[in-house]
Nanobody, 124 residues
Framework: QVQLVESGGGLVQAGGSLRLSCTAS????????MGWFRQAPGKDREFVSR????????YYAASVKGRFTISRDNAKNTVYLQMNSLKPLETAVYYC?????????????????WGQGTQVTVSS
């Protein structure tokens, strides 16, 4: 079992930055990959970024590449998402998720455990 708790959401102006955190408990954090997704009202849950277990590799949705950075601190059981140059259309609930499997992927069905989400609102 893995429990995930996100934090760091809030209200920011367009062009601003936020850093989201997700702290895990339960299973050994370094043994699984982590991802970030987001869901805007009336839309499907959308992949944002993924970070593997060691050796570390990262993946980004095309829409955020170059502006968002995912990282992990295994000593703190925490994954981060640094978001820069935020846009109003990126207003959504952001979720972290754990992938304890071996196949990997960027679709929600690949992830076994989910946090409760944190709201990010970008004003114009």
């Amino acid at each position: 079992q893995v429990q995930l708790v996100e934090s760091g959401g809030g209200l920011v102006q367009a062009g601003g930055s936020l850093r989201l955190s997700c702290t895990a408990s339960g299973r050994t954090f370094s043994s699984y990959a982590m991802g970030w997704f987001r869901q805007a009202p009336g839309k499907d849950r959308e992949f944002v970024s993924r970070i593997s277990r060691n050796p570390i590799t990262t993946y980004y949705a095309a829409s955020v590449k170059g502006r968002f950075t995912i990282s992990r601190d295994n000593a703190k059981n925490t994954v981060y998402l640094q978001m820069n140059s935020l846009k109003p259309l990126e207003t959504a609930v952001y979720y972290c998720a754990a992938d304890t499997g071996v196949v990997g992927g960027t679709t929600p069905d690949r992830y076994d455990y989910w946090g409760q989400g944190t709201q990010v609102t970008v004003s114009s």
